[in-house]
């Protein structure tokens, strides 16, 4: 499996701000992800981040508000951008590295955003 | 649309006593199933799979469950519960395009 690191684990930041996560993998990867959290809820996929491409999100996601990168293959970043309290969650990023099996996906210890 | 659900939010055993937390999907082919865990301020956690084959599967921490397709369910199981397994667990299945899609979780309480 691999060993996946976020920063910031957490923050708090004022409303109409804008934070950035970034997701780094000690090896490369073919699949990153990212995932929200709100709280007490289970994990909702935001986004496929795509090397070399622009991300796909799921509905209900759009480019404005989270825009993602992924230069290479073992980084991507997340912004959360204009930040509301509704935005207060937990988000996560993961990996599917291809050499086992599909959809077989590890996950980041999370970053931990509140919004004031 | 491929779904998941698991019907118990919070479930409390005894240590020392059996587990098991329920599953069930909803996917028109042969699922990929999974089965994670999220200890407090922690990620989560795979602790086992399933793709095709033996329908009972063994995973991390002495957990194993169980692919039944006539009931749609994958259900967790575990004969002796510690104190160290109080978390919260999810259910996933394969949804196409490489993502995953997740229960709502079920938190479980070990009481001494």
């Known amino acids: 499996s691999a060993v996946i690191s976020q920063k910031p684990s957490r923050d708090i930041c004022q409303r109409g701000t804008s934070l950035t996560i970034q997701c780094q993998v000690d090896?490369?990867?073919?699949?990153m992800f990212w995932y929200r959290q709100q709280p007490g809820q289970s994990l909702t996929l935001i986004a496929t981040a795509n090397q070399g491409s622009e991300a796909t999100y799921e509905s209900g996601f759009v480019i404005d508000k989270f825009p993602i990168s992924r230069p290479n293959l073992t980084f991507s970043t997340l912004t959360v951008s204009n930040m509301s309290p509704e935005d207060s969650s937990i988000y996560l990023c993961s990996v599917e590295t291809g050499d086992r099996s599909r959809y077989e996906q590890y996950f980041g210890p999370g970053t931990r955003l509140t919004v004031t | 649309a491929q779904s998941v659900t698991q019907p118990d939010i919070h479930i409390t055993v005894s240590e020392g006593a059996s587990l098991e937390l329920r599953c069930n999907y909803s996917y028109g082919a042969t699922p990929y199933l999974f089965w994670y865990v999220q200890s407090p301020g922690q990620g989560l956690q795979l602790l086992l799979k399933y793709f095709s084959g033996d329908t009972l599967v063994q995973g991390i921490k002495g957990f194993e469950a169980e692919f039944k397709r006539s009931q749609s369910s994958f259900n967790l199981r575990k004969p002796s519960v510690h104190w160290s397994d109080a978390a919260e667990y999810f259910c996933a299945v394969g949804a196409g395009g490489n993502k995953l899609v997740f229960g709502a979780g079920t938190i479980l309480r070990v009481k001494s």
């Open positions: 090896s490369q990867v073919t699949m």
